[in-house]
């Protein structure tokens, strides 16, 4: 059974298992949606996320689009993330159905 293609969504470090874990596992990651890099600390240098440190050193295409909303990704079967600590109650085995 062939593994599903992810796009890949988190900014905190909280995602950063999940990136590690599926890049392990040769998952076809197609690419990560992270937030924009934002100001941070007294010089309010630009700080890129988590996420996006680990995906640029896994060699993974970075995404950082200025608004969630909207058909940013349209075309994409589904999109499964985790938010606020939470699981989104995907599981893999779903992923196989027709949508």
Same mark, same amino acid.
Do not use: C, W
């Given at each position: 059974?062939? $593994?599903p293609r992810i796009l890949f969504m988190g900014t905190p470090a909280f995602a950063l298992p999940s990136l590690k874990i599926l890049h392990e596992q040769k998952y076809p990651i197609i690419g990560v949606v992270s937030q924009?890099?934002?100001p941070q600390g007294r010089g309010l240098?630009?700080?890129a996320p988590p996420v996006k440190i680990l995906a640029q050193e896994i060699g993974l295409p970075v995404f950082q689009p200025k608004? @969630? $909303?909207g058909r940013v990704f349209s075309g994409k079967r589904f999109i499964s993330s985790t938010r606020h600590g939470r699981g989104s109650g995907f599981r893999p085995? @779903?992923?196989q159905r027709n949508y």
């Amino acid at each position: 059974m062939a $593994k599903p293609r992810i796009l890949f969504m988190g900014t905190p470090a909280f995602a950063l298992p999940s990136l590690k874990i599926l890049h392990e596992q040769k998952y076809p990651i197609i690419g990560v949606v992270s937030q924009p890099d934002r100001p941070q600390g007294r010089g309010l240098k630009e700080i890129a996320p988590p996420v996006k440190i680990l995906a640029q050193e896994i060699g993974l295409p970075v995404f950082q689009p200025k608004k @969630s $909303k909207g058909r940013v990704f349209s075309g994409k079967r589904f999109i499964s993330s985790t938010r606020h600590g939470r699981g989104s109650g995907f599981r893999p085995d @779903s992923a196989q159905r027709n949508y």
